[in-house]
């Protein structure tokens, strides 16, 4: 101060240093819960988000902004199991970042291999920090416990390009799941549906290159609309989800939904268990490998009230819930017809173009494959419709028998 005193007084000055990244491995041994049971003669496996929940460090800790995962290397003790070295692909950087392993093995070897991940991020050492983590896993080739159980269906929803993400957001987000047990036969009263999903539960892969989904795994049939190729199949690795892409709407019609048993598998090679009662099962299979999914469900654009007939009432119901929006008092998805997120005039519009409109009488016939058995045809004629009548044609199912035979090969649904 002026009369030359002086104070002294302590402060410390933080300088941030880098965190080491984090992450997880989820394989499918169970426990480890990180290790990777395959089959002898497995041939390339891949596992998606096999390497997950990446961050470049702990939340809440000085690690310095805008960080990305410099590199991710793979190294093993056993090389001579693999024609391909195990690695991984298709990363994608955090937040919550993701990768696959993929590794393809000599066939009719075993044995193990321990496997290190290794995650490098951009933050450096400088004052102490640290840049990367380390993990390590097992990959067991035929033997300890390796995956025998085939994957299943657990989820068929339909959805449209064109519906709102308000919309949406009342249907779970991606699609509306078609109902289980009695009320999967009523009927969908959208007028733009033209995406099907089908999700499995585990990893899943098909007749493509590199194991990708294709149109030859999957394909729908309408009574009336014969057989529906879908322009593409995407899969979502993350849910585990195929996305049938279409090039129309589906219109009122019947349907069928079939995926193929033979060329859709696990990563380990386990056929589709994808048997499925309609109107009564939860998830597909009987427990044993082997199976087509034949998965029925009904489209009657502007039948807001589900009766399988669009009427005065259908015209009624839009009505009383005109001006509704997503999430609002008075509002319902079966209401909001073209998926806007609100109840309109547009609504009103097609309901009234439908009037007058059912479901066909028949239900659909379309046979993927000779494996599939004269005895599903039977059972399926038989299948009770959404209004209560019951279809037994014996010369329309032999009739469908002798198409589905002919000029069809095993795990082929189309000619």
Known sequence: DSAGGFTLQKFTI????????????????GSPVEDVNVGVSSGTSQFPNFLNSVETGPIGTDSPAGQVIQSVSVTNDNTALFTAQPQIINFAQPSNGH????????PGAS???TVTVTLTDSGGTANGGSNSTSKTFKITVGSGSADVTSPRV??????????QSSFLAQVGGVGYSIPDGPDQAKALPWSNINRVYVDFNEPVKGSGTGGALTPVDMALWGTNSGIIVPTAVNYDSLNNRATLILANPLAADKYLLAVDDVNVTDNAGNKLDGEWTNYSSVISGN??????????????PGDANQSATVSISDLAAVAANFGASAGGSGYSVLRDVNGSGTISISDLAIVASSFG??????????????????????DEMSDVDNNGDTDDNLEDAIGAVA???????????IS
Do not use: C, E
């Open 14 to 29: 933080n300088v941030g240093i880098n965190q080491a990244p984090l992450f997880n491995l989820t394989g499918n041994a």
């Open 99 to 106: 990768g696959d392993l993929i590794f393809s093995v000599v």
């Open 111 to 113: 044995g193990v291999a």
């Open 154 to 163: 657990t989820d068929v929803k339909v959805g449209g390009s064109a519906w």
């Open 287 to 300: 427990g044993t490998a082997g199976g087509q999914l034949l998965y029925r469900f009904n489209v009657l």
């Open 357 to 378: 409109t059912s479901l066909p009488v028949g239900n659909p016939l379309g046979i993927p494959s000779v494996a599939a058995s004269v005895d599903s045809i039977f």
């Open 403 to 413: 198409a589905g035979v002919a000029g069809k090969s095993r795990g082929a649904f």
